[in-house]
């Protein structure tokens, strides 16, 4: 098995975590550090074509807040997981309150999607293991919260707590420089399509999970709001990545489908 997980980050725009604040922010773009969800709107509508074009199957992991602004319908097909409620650092939080936010990201999901989600990614990419031991109460069993070196043989591994983590690859460049397969450096003109598929190449089997975000393809986190043109070149280098992985052979699938194919139920 040689799987392609195309997974998005469905969060409010730019999002910076916010000193004394549970909750994220929105970079400051002339009206202060508020939440903002336009970029993510427009960017999941953009990925979403570039998806529903390729035949893709994509996991969107949504934050609860976000998600209540988006086009639902826009989902349909794709798979849905849990990103939090406001974007929450949940290293920060006691086990209770975890409980509080999973719980209600997850009835979220839910009830705008119809489906309960199996899947989770922590916001910031930041957990522990608490959390992750937690994630069975609330019917979730893959985790996708952890970069792991890429290598011939990447499947996914199912832990103790019973949850299969499906990790973000991360390795060397051509250069010798670390590169992880989120395309955030793509997103802001610093890394090229060919550096995520010559990564790619190295997987012989395995699932490799490509990482973004939906404001990510509108709003640069450095230069702010992409022009016209800028948008048209960050979607035709996201469809560069994809179409390269698949011209290689890699099938792409959701997170449950790729649990199932590495063993799972
Ligand atoms: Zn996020």
């Keep these: 098995m040689r799987a392609l997980c195309v997974t998005v980050d469905l969060d409010r725009d730019a999002n910076i975590p916010i000193r004394g604040s549970i909750a994220a922010g929105s970079a400051d773009r002339g009206n202060g550090t508020g939440p903002r969800f336009s970029s993510s709107k427009r960017g999941l509508s953009l990925l979403a074509e570039l998806f529903d074009g390729m035949g893709i199957k994509a996991t969107f992991f949504a934050e609860a807040s976000a998600l209540k602004r988006m086009d639902a319908g826009l989902l349909s097909g794709h798979e849905v997981g849990v990103h939090g ?88 460049d051509a250069a010798g420089k670390r590169i992880t397969a989120f395309l955030w450096p793509m997103h802001e003109s610093k890394r090229r399509p060919e550096d995520y598929i010559r990564m790619a190449s190295v997987m012989e089997e395995g699932v490799f999970v490509i990482a973004t975000h939906t404001w990510h393809m509108v709003e640069s986190a450095e230069r702010g709001m992409m022009s016209r043109e800028e948008i048209e070149n960050n979607i035709s280098n996201v469809r560069k990545v994809l179409e390269g992985m698949t011209d290689a052979g890699m099938v792409p699938m959701t997170m449950t489908e790729a649990r199932t194919a590495a063993g799972g139920p």
């Design 85 to 172: 409620v406001d974007h929450e650092d949940l290293t920060m939080m006691s086990a209770d309150r975890k409980r509080e936010v999973i719980r209600e990201a997850a009835c979220t999901v839910k009830a705008i999607t119809g489906k309960w989600p199996r899947c989770f990614r922590a916001p910031y990419m930041k957990a522990d293991r608490e959390t992750i031991d937690m994630l069975p109460e609330f019917g979730m069993d893959i985790d996708s919260s952890f970069y792991k070196e890429v290598t011939g043989s990447f499947l996914p591994e199912r832990m103790s707590n019973g949850v299969w983590e499906i990790p973000v690859p991360e390795g060397r």
